[in-house]
């Protein structure tokens, strides 16, 4: 909990709160329970949701299938199925609408109501669509265990693409390469994916060396220090020589050099876009090259808020992080024809060092401008990136999800 949350959940700060009409955050669930019981309605089409615990209010989720909507007239049933519901739903509650495809205007159309109701949500609730393409029914699993559970916590007002089946099961025996390791999202990011049983090989520049060997000790993983914009050869012939592959790669290591353009000389602008960007790019081809990624393989890549929405001071990171989502756009087909997938998170106000270097007033503004008035942690981002990982979400593929608490910049 942050300072302004302690003293918004007191006595003298809840009044403040309810008067003032002050952001007023809710302690997040970040646990793998399933939200229940959960109230289910619409289509009968994923096998899935019949699993499902049900029961009586309060609800932990709502889940409607609106597979079948294909009118304007139809869209009634969202408005039939959730008023008399969406006051019976529990703290940090689940909304999950399911579509078939956003190429109708009625599918469409389910966005603007489900980003809505992640706005509307109190106490930590979430509101998310998953669009599930004909034929992928089976693929969806995983992806509805992550948006039910805790661990999708500060993800809300997104739109998921389940496009492919895939059986469920754990990273054990798989080996992850996780880059920028060392600390911060990078560090939460080798410890969930070594939680799931893979092998971590973490990844970090020389300098970051003492850090980088206890992150690795800690998850029972690798130490690997390597400034990641040399050769792509180093890597890939690690990867091969020591363990005759990977399966899963996390482009995570990123740096920041903000300064307003006319100020922005082109060494920073070379630096963000050869970290952040380029070398990603030449990993991703070495790794396809070589057949390093090994079939079924996962990349993730690491994007931002700013990618998408643009920021004052940041031309160069917003660009190398669009760049990131641009990347994810062209070799999702790519890899789908390799049974592997890349998909991209696009965090966005996440408690790290970065962002505790950032001046007091806008790192407020930062953390209370989301639909859950508090910052994320690197465990938000972690657990989102392991859901892509994991061989389940084999059907996942092309997807950039914003771990963001729905924050008011940007799509
Ligand atoms: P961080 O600065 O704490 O960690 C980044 C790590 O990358 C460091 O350990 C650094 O040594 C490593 N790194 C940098 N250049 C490298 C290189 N050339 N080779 C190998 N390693 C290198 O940052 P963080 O806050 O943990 O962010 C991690 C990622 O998340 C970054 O890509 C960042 O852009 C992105 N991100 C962070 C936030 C946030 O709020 N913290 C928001 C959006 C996106």
């Known amino acids: 909990m942050d300072r302004y949350q302690k003293f918004a959940s007191s006595g003298l700060g809840r009044q403040l709160v309810r008067r ?17 019981p959960v109230l289910v309605g619409g289509a009968s089409r994923l096998p899935f949701l019949k699993q499902l615990e049900t029961g009586s209010a309060p609800y932990g989720a709502l889940v409607f299938d609106a597979s079948d909507i294909t009118t304007v007239g139809d869209l009634r049933q969202l408005h039939d199925f959730f008023h008399p519901a969406i006051t019976q739903l529990g703290p940090c509650g689940r909304v999950i609408v399911i579509g078939r495809s956003p190429d109708s205007v009625a599918q469409r159309a389910l966005e603007g109501f489900v980003r809505s109701v992640g706005k509307e949500l109190r106490r930590g609730g979430t509101a998310n669509l998953v669009h599930v393409a004909d034929g992928a029914e089976d693929g969806v699993e995983s992806t509805l265990r992550f948006l039910l559970s805790g661990r999708s916590a500060y993800v ?20 992850a390469l996780v880059t920028g390791a060392s600390r911060g999202i990078g560090e939460a990011i080798a410890t969930v994916l070594g939680r799931e049983g893979a092998h971590v090989i973490c990844l970090d520049v020389p300098a970051a060396g003492d850090e980088l060997s206890k992150v690795a000790n ?5 130490a690997l220090q390597l400034d990641i914009t040399g050769d792509p050869a180093r890597l890939t012939s690690y990867l091969l020589e020591r363990h005759g592959g990977v399966d899963v790669v996390v482009h995570n290591a990123g740096i920041t050099r903000d300064k307003t353009l006319a100020r922005m000389d082109s060494s920073l602008w070379d630096s963000v876009l050869e970290v952040n960007l380029a070398c990603q790019e030449r990993v991703n081809a070495a790794l396809l090259e070589g057949d390093v990624l090994r079939s079924g393989g996962r990349i993730v890549g690491v994007s931002s808020i700013a ?6 001071g940041q031309t160069n990171y917003a660009t190398s992080k669009a760049g990131v ?4 756009q062209t070799l999702a087909p790519v890899l789908a ?4 997938t890349i998909n991209a998170v696009a965090p966005g106000f996440i408690e ?3 962002t505790a270097a950032v001046p007091l007033m806008t790192r407020e503004v930062g953390r209370r401008m989301n639909s859950l008035s508090q910052g994320g942690l690197p465990i938000d981002v972690a657990e989102t990136v392991a859901w892509f990982a994991a061989p389940g979400s084999g059907g996942v593929n092309g997807n950039v999800v914003r771990v963001c608490g729905q924050m008011l910049l940007g799509a």
């Open 20 to 36: 003032l009409g002050l952001p007023n955050p809710y302690p997040l669930r970040r646990d793998a329970a399933l939200a229940t």
């Open 156 to 175: 809300s007002g997104q739109v998921v693409h389940v496009s492919g089946n895939a059986a469920a099961s754990t990273l054990q025996g798989k080996v």
């Open 218 to 222: 800690s998850v029972g993983g690798s």
């Open 307 to 312: 990618g998408i929405a643009g920021n004052v």
């Open 325 to 328: 989502i641009g990347m994810v």
């Open 337 to 340: 024809a390799r049974g592997a």
């Open 352 to 354: 790290t060092k970065m």
